[in-house]
């Protein structure tokens, strides 16, 4: 299909199934997190948002270095008689997490920024649970964050390449995500599968990135 063999297709895969299990853990992580940035007068809070903010601008390998380290062998989770995490998915995913951590925290911070206090006090005063406020309120005012936040998170850890060659080596099947399939290929001087896969990957970021334009542009129009 597409002229992309089946070891194509499985890194096509590991990939996707990676970008998904991020974002949603991402989500999970991220979303109380960018809440506390957004209204914390805590001291420690320019050095939590200087901490999230270090993916940014820190070479991946540098990442990805210190995270194998830390659950490869002899690492301190090991140490802690935990497993071995280096070169398997799950190693890949805390990789993910940590190396797309802005791209979620950022765009929902900012959003949560924008919400007017005296909303989500109004609704306190009529016994609104914090659940409530948050189904009912904060995500209809917030969507654009989250749908940015979701798209960033889930389109960064697609494109990853440093950070899960640290991590994960190049095991077909395991860990080898698509951008080391295309390095792969590029190394073999196999330029025509490189080709391929380069511009399904195009075609998929340009999609998404046109979807969320599209949706946010909607937002805009109904809220003017």
Do not use: C
Request: hydrophobic share 55%; no cysteine.
């Amino acid at each position: 299909m597409l002229g992309i063999n089946e070891a194509d297709w499985v890194a096509l895969w590991l990939t996707l199934r990676l970008a998904a299990v991020t974002t949603v853990i991402l989500l999970m992580l991220g979303t109380p997190l960018a809440w506390w940035l957004a209204h914390a007068r805590s001291k420690t809070k320019l050095a939590v948002e200087s901490i999230v903010a270090l993916p940014l601008v820190l070479p991946p390998t540098v990442l990805g270095f210190y995270v194998l380290m830390l659950l490869g062998a002899q690492g301190p989770i090991q140490a802690l008689g935990g497993p071995n995490l280096a070169f398997t998915f799950t190693g890949l995913v805390i990789g993910s997490v940590l190396y797309s951590l802005p791209f979620v925290v950022q765009p929902l911070q900012n959003a949560f920024s924008e919400l007017s206090r005296s909303t989500l006090e109004a609704a306190a005063t009529l016994r609104a649970t914090r659940l409530d406020r948050f189904v009912s309120i904060i995500l209809p005012l917030t969507r654009r964050g989250f749908l940015t936040a979701i798209t960033l998170g889930f389109a960064h850890t697609v494109g990853e390449f440093g950070v899960v060659l640290m991590i994960g080596g190049n095991i077909p099947g395991e860990t080898q995500v698509i951008s080391i399939a295309i390095y792969d290929h590029v190394e073999a001087i196999d330029y025509g599968s490189a080709h391929r896969l380069s511009a399904l990957l195009l075609g998929l970021s340009f999609i998404m990135l046109f979807t969320l334009y599209s949706i946010n542009g909607r937002f805009r129009i109904r809220s003017a």
